[in-house]
């Protein structure tokens, strides 16, 4: 069983930056593939980044790509995501989501864990 809490979000201006965590609970949090997804105002939940247990392999939707970066402190139980030139398209509620020994894979149903989410506001 694993616990998700995510932290960090707010409100930003347009071109600002924020720094997103998601602290996980139990002992085994090396052995998950770590994800961002998020759901904006009237729209479905999409997938936004993902790390691997490892490290080594990341992933991230085209959307975000070269603005959002991923990375994860195994030792600190922790994941993050690091967001700059935020967007006003980019106001949502972020959700931090674990997958048991799975791939870096953008499908929701891969992930066994979720947490409550944080809100993340960009105004323009």
């Known amino acids: 069983q694993v616990q998700l809490v995510e932290s960090g979000g707010g409100l930003v201006q347009a071109g600002g930056s924020l720094r997103l965590s998601c602290a996980a609970s139990?002992?085994?949090?090396?052995?998950?593939?770590m994800g961002w997804f998020r759901q904006g105002p009237g729209k479905e939940r999409e997938f936004v980044a993902a790390i691997s247990w490892s490290v080594i392999n990341n992933r991230y939707a085209d959307s975000v790509k070269g603005r959002f970066t991923i990375s994860r402190d195994n030792a600190k139980n922790t994941v993050y995501l690091r967001m700059n030139s935020l967007k006003p398209e980019d106001t949502a509620i972020y959700y931090c989501?674990?997958?048991?020994?799975?791939?870096?894979?953008?499908?929701?149903?891969?992930?066994?864990?979720w947490g409550q989410g944080t809100q993340v506001t960009v105004s323009s």
């Open positions: 139990g002992r085994t949090f090396g052995s998950y593939t």
């Open positions: 989501a674990a997958n048991y020994r799975g791939g870096v894979t953008t499908g929701q149903g891969s992930y066994d864990y």
